[in-house]
């Protein structure tokens, strides 16, 4: 079930790599982060609803479920969306990415410190590959640095950190991920209509910002978001979090092919960084 667990894992990943890069082409339209999010959010429980009604799946869930989902989905799920989508409004999405990859430093001090999980000597040197690797995807001598884009997106790890922890240390962790996607999606979309009496929700954008949001909702919040919940149930939040750091590596090629950015050397020896770590996971025995 490893392997099953990998490849899962590193498919979502793949998929998140779009995120960024259809984002910014969605503010090309002229949308904000929060109309975004709520766009993203709204198309996602339209298609997953009309997934569930086709193959008549039960949503029945009970009590305490209902309750750690309502809380997954308001600090795990929506809140990550909105820090991360905010941060690339004032750093680039490089540098967001590599200050929200601050979650697997989390997770794997958590998974230790609470719930007893064993140091892994092999799993920290990938992690500390990881890091270095996404760190110099993101080195550019004329980035500018806003202290509020920085904060934000060091949150937004925080906060997805704790998305899955809880998934793979509660009761959920042995729920059918289409359904707990739904119920994410469903409170996420009340969280967000209530947030909007505070932030600006407007629908005046053109048609490429509606049909980047429908791409990020269906790739993204759907097929990513149950890929890495089935990913996390077979091998664990520290090493699906490790293998996660396959999606910068995407954004990167994304932007290289959509924006003509270059490669420096620093990409590329950061991409050589990265694809060591996930190898290092990959051939590790023991989780």
């Not at 064993?118 to 995807?137: C, E, H, P, W, Y």
């Not at 640095?145 to 950190?161: K, M, N, P, T």
């Amino acid at each position: 079930m490893k392997n099953k667990g990998i490849l899962m894992t590193m498919f979502s990943a793949i998929l998140f790599g779009f995120m960024p890069i259809f984002a910014k082409i969605a503010y090309l339209g002229g949308i904000n982060y929060y109309s975004l999010v709520f766009l993203r959010s709204m198309f996602a429980l339209i298609f997953i609803s009309i997934f569930i009604l086709i193959r008549k799946i039960s949503i029945k869930i009970n009590f305490k479920d209902f309750i750690n989902l309502f809380f997954l989905s308001l600090i795990g799920y929506t809140l990550t969306q909105l820090t991360l989508f905010a941060s690339y409004t004032y750093i680039s999405t490089g540098v967001a990415t590599t200050l929200h990859f601050i979650y697997p430093v989390c997770i794997m001090t958590a998974n230790i410190l609470f719930f007893k999980e064993r140091v892994n000597k092999n799993k920290v040197f990938a992690l500390i590959l990881a890091i270095i690797g996404i760190s110099m995807l993101s080195i550019n001598k004329n980035i500018k640095i806003d202290i509020r884009g920085v904060f934000i997106a060091i949150i937004s790890g925080i906060l997805y950190s704790y998305y899955m922890l809880v998934i793979e240390h509660t009761k959920i962790k042995n729920m059918n991920s289409v359904v707990m996607t739904f119920y994410l999606l469903l409170f996420s979309m009340i969280f967000l209509g209530f947030g909007s009496l505070k932030f600006e929700l407007n629908f005046n954008f053109n048609y490429l910002s509606w049909f980047m949001g429908m791409i990020i909702a269906l790739l993204c919040s759907i097929f990513a978001v149950i890929l890495l919940q089935m990913g996390i149930k077979e091998i664990g939040s520290s090493t699906a979090s490790i293998l996660s750091a396959f999606e910068p590596i995407v954004s990167v090629i994304l932007g290289v092919i959509i924006f003509r950015e270059s490669i420096t050397i620093n990409i590329f020896l950061g991409i050589v960084f990265v694809i060591v770590s996930v190898l290092i996971v990959n051939f590790n025995k023991k989780y």
